[in-house]
């Protein structure tokens, strides 16, 4: 275990209570995708078919179903070895769902900008979360293994409106936040619970795409209480405000190497 993983597994045991943030440099390696030959194939046919977009993000769950990210894997589970004693709170903006894979609290996770566990209207016409279209999953699949052809799938439809259904993944026409607004009640309640707490708070891979969420939260959570520190771990964003001082430790280096090369024996 290097020097740097050392002293964050000595301050998660010694803190009350640890705030993990996770993000976009911290998930599946799309790339993957890229080397499978059928995936390609598929990414060209729809590209001169438009009307079939919407199979790609039913492809991309069943290749992260399918495709093992072994480097991803490790890591999670150096940081459930880390965490998994500890008073702890996930909050991520990966869309992968592999942080549900790995045996940390669902409780104590939130994700808020959805992924490919659950689905919903296109237009959110009543607030509903859906179960994921099986029926539809299992043509794609059989699509990709040339058992049907692309114009035998059939796009799932919302029964209430009839508008399409979609992932329920923020950047669809009007998402769903119902899908995480329970589970974020229970996240800003726990952050009261922080206050004058021994706080130890990593984010993983977090960068600018979203800062609001995470990075900017983060940093103002550990300006006002003293007794945190936060751990920055980031290929190129890693710099920590001036204001943060020497409660702050910025790791350059991406997140998923450096938890996953320095396994918890």
Known sequence: MNQILSEIVEKCKESDLILIGI???????????????R????????????????VIPFLQ????????????NRAYETLKEIISEKNYFIISTAIDDSIYQH????????????????MQCDYNCNGEIMDVDDETYEKV????????TIGELEEPICSRCGEKKRFNQLGVHKYAEEGYLTQWQIYTKWLQGTVNKKLCVIELGVGLDMPS???????????????????????????LGEKIGERGTSIKEKPVDFLANGFVK
């Open 103 to 118: 045996g940390l609290k669902e409780e104590r996770i939130v994700t808020p900008v959805g992924g490919f566990r659950r």
């Open 23 to 37: 993000g976009e440099e911290f998930q599946f390696d799309w790339d993957i995708l890229q080397q499978d030959k």
């Open 39 to 54: 995936y390609q194939e598929i990414e060209k046919e729809i590209d001169a078919r438009e009307e079939y977009l919407w």
């Open 141 to 148: 699949k059989s699509y990709y293994n040339k058992d049907i």
């Open 61 to 72: 769950k069943m290749m992260i179903d399918k495709q093992a990210d072994i480097q991803l």
């Open 213 to 239: 969420i995470i990075r900017w939260p983060f940093e103002k959570i550990v300006l006002y209480n003293q007794k945190s520190h936060l751990y920055r771990i980031h290929s190129s964003l890693y710099q």
